[in-house]
């Protein structure tokens, strides 16, 4: 390999790292609504065993207010609902991520085994040459 890149491989190498950056974004938002989401089905889970009559309380910012058992549970199952979707969506967007990271890396790998002088990666793909 030559000491300088060609600019279109350059431009695939940032493009790759700006996906990889976006990849382990992505990442930490699932870890974290997978964390949010773990927590609330356990304390959903922890309803089952309190007497609907038990004194509650719900934390909103610094403050601790009382709550009933039924707004606590809807407030929950609420939550445990938003939070899968949100799971679901980041699980999606990680993995088309992860695809256009191969694809793009596919392409980079192609461009620079490709040699010098080779012509834009148009419909005819690698192999089509002169």
């Known amino acids: 390999m030559q000491?300088?890149?060609p600019p279109e491989a350059q431009e695939k190498i940032e493009e790759l790292q700006d996906l990889q950056e976006t990849t382990e974004q992505l990442?930490?938002?699932k870890t974290?609504?997978?964390t949010s989401l773990n927590e609330a089905q356990t304390a959903l889970e922890a309803l089952d065993d309190i007497d609907e009559d038990t004194t509650m309380y719900r934390e909103i910012g610094e403050l601790l207010v009382n709550t009933d058992y039924d707004s606590a549970k809807s407030d929950l199952e609420e939550k445990?609902?938003?939070l899968e979707v949100r799971v679901d969506q980041l699980e999606k967007r990680e993995q088309k991520t992860q695809e256009?990271?191969?694809e793009l890396?596919?392409?980079l790998q192609?461009?620079?085994q490709g040699g010098e002088g080779g012509g834009p990666m148009g419909p005819g793909g690698p192999g089509a040459g002169a």
Request: glycine share 4%; proline share 0%.
């Open 3 to 5: 000491g300088s890149l």
């Open 32 to 34: 974290q609504a997978e």
């Open 27 to 29: 990442a930490a938002q």
């Open 100 to 102: 256009q990271f191969e």
């Open 105 to 107: 890396q596919e392409e």
């Open 80 to 82: 445990v609902d938003s």
């Open 110 to 112: 192609q461009l620079l």
